[in-house]
């Protein structure tokens, strides 16, 4: 919040009169002159006064004491209406009056549900599509189901035009049934809609999350009122239930989001400690895309072309090209997370005012005896948490979910042209007992993809896209036997029950932790003996 609010201060951190270019900072990019320069214009760190105030504001009972006329939350829903503008906003940018605007949004509380941790150098649109489909997923999942409940009903009343032919072999019997693609562009469309419509959805604003965003909760317009709040951060930290780390690869080059890390863990140390990689939800929101484009392809090609699985897979593998890129370069930004938080240096960490670094590192002393020990607990316990907390949200089953919608909604297009065309009850029943099956086996393949996608993350050889393209025709290789299996098994009626059986109580079981960490030591162990069957070889 700090950095943030230091780097717009008319006064303190003025374009004119700082060595920082605000500007720059604004749009990404890198700071100019050393990152510890001292503003003109900020409290000189040997000012008079100034070493005592640190070190009495450096104890736990001053830093985390707050005015209770400071504490103020916007909802998260609030920032995330109209296309989240509140999030793109540049204060330094804006008169009087509209900071004056800005700051009015808030609302005066006791406490926060959440407190956002950002930099402002990462794009607002990157932190809003990450806080929109995490908060507001469900929303996107219900209006899909409210979408194609209907439109079954109206393939079976027969009230749909279908101007194509779906040519398919189910129990020997070869259909060629009239069909045209509803379910699946609506649903998504239906979806997209209610994904960014959600903010603004009375049930959503009812359950308000008190959201501490410093932009809009600290009066940008005062500068008096503006150092308050950056002085008042370590106590606004304390009055919060969560600490949401909305974390890019600048992250950790931030004084004061290391600072707002240390401080939340002194005043909450059994407080939620959220890390939310920016690259998550835009990973999937380009799979959920990518999906969409391969169940359109696919059905626009049915009128032309006979159904073919190796059709299928082809256009799937063209399709997800852009999905794989998006989610090795994802993968290589947790490395480098994971490589920032293992090499931590606090004297290379950058700040734009020499006085608030010297406010933050004076209080960093206080909390943890030294600067030395501090790094220590960055590089140890932090980056366990962060880790642990990273692992769990890589790959959210509902993602998943949702990622799969659009092909899920072309297989019920088939299985409203069966119910339409008046096929026989065992075969529509079937046709839907296989969509179903496959849709939880695609869920195993999401968390494959993403799996080599990691696994193949950094690039081998300079045409990184063929390196892409590997990753996808080696997971598209990898799916031919569990779909295979799965249609073969639904030819007959005991198979098909079989298989589903089988593969919901599979889905059932990876869910569990104990045949997680069951499947975590089998890969470790596999991976030491390998290693040792290297080293003996060698």
């Known amino acids: 919040m700090g950095q943030q609010m230091c780097q717009q201060e008319s006064v303190c951190c003025s374009a004119e009169t700082c060595k920082v270019d605000i500007d720059k900072l604004a749009d990404g990019a890198p700071m100019e002159g050393p990152a510890d320069a001292e503003c003109p214009q900020c409290p000189p760190s040997d000012a008079s006064g100034s070493a005592s105030y640190l070190e009495e504001g450096a104890q736990l009972g001053g830093l985390f004491s707050v005015d209770a006329e400071t504490v103020r939350f916007v909802s998260l829903a609030s920032t995330l209406q109209s296309g989240g503008w509140m999030w793109r906003v540049r204060p330094e940018k804006m008169n009087h009056t509209e900071l004056l605007s800005l700051w009015a949004r808030s609302t005066q509380t006791d406490a926060f549900d959440v407190f956002v941790s950002h930099t402002w150098s990462t794009p607002g649109h990157c932190k809003y599509l990450s806080l929109l489909l995490s908060s507001c997923w469900h929303y996107a999942l219900a209006a899909w189901l409210a979408t194609a409940v209907p439109l079954l009903f109206l393939y079976w009343n027969r009230a749909l035009p279908l101007v194509a032919i779906y040519p398919t072999t189910f129990d020997s019997f070869e259909l060629r049934v009239p069909y045209w693609p509803w379910i699946q562009p609506a649903t998504f469309l239906a979806a997209a809609a209610a994904l960014f419509l959600a903010p603004h959805c009375i049930l959503h604003r009812f359950f308000t999350t008190r959201c501490f965003y410093d932009v809009v909760c600290v009066n940008q317009a005062d500068p008096w009122e503006q150092r308050q709040g950056i002085n008042s951060i370590a106590g606004l930290l304390a009055a919060s239930k969560q600490l949401r780390i909305l974390w890019s690869p600048s992250y950790l080059s931030r004084l004061w989001c290391v600072f707002e890390i240390a401080a939340y863990r002194k005043a909450n140390p059994h407080g939620e400690l959220r890390f939310q990689p920016l690259f998550v939800e835009r990973d999937i929101l380009v799979l959920w895309t990518c999906g969409f484009l391969a169940a359109v392809l696919f059905s626009a090609m049915l009128s032309s072309f006979t159904y073919s699985s190796v059709l299928l897979g082809a256009i799937l593998c063209l399709v997800f090209l852009p999905g794989a890129h998006f989610v090795r370069r994802g993968y ?9 938080l293992a090499e931590f240096d606090l004297s290379a960490v950058s700040c734009a005012c020499d006085f608030d670094r010297q406010f933050i590192l004076s209080a960093v002393r206080s909390w943890y005896g030294s600067t030395d020990a ?28 949702l990622a799969l919608s659009p092909i899920f909604g072309f297989q019920l297009d088939v299985f409203g042209a069966l119910i339409n065309a008046r096929a026989p009850q065992n075969i529509a029943i079937k046709f839907l007992g296989q969509s179903i099956t496959i849709l939880a086996v695609a869920v ?18 300079k045409l990184d896209f063929l390196q892409t393209a590997l990753v996808v025709l080696i997971w598209a290789v990898m799916q031919v036997i569990p779909f295979w299996s799965v249609l073969r098994a639904f030819q007959t009626d005991e198979g098909g029950v079989a298989a589903a059986a089988v593969v919901f109580t599979l889905l059932a079981a990876s869910r569990l932790p104990a045949c997680k960490t069951m499947l975590s030591k089998v890969i470790r162990i596999s991976g030491a003996q390998g290693k040792m069957r290297t080293s003996s070889s060698g």
């Open 332 to 340: 290589r930004e947790q490395d480098l997370l994971l490589r920032n």
């Open 374 to 401: 501090f790094v220590e607990y960055v590089r140890g316990p932090i980056r366990e948490e962060l880790v642990e907390t990273m692992q769990q949200s890589r790959v959210p089953f509902q993602y998943c979910i």
């Open 444 to 461: 195993w393949g999401v968390r494959l993809f993403f799996w080599l996608s990691q696994k193949m993350a950094q690039p081998i050889f």
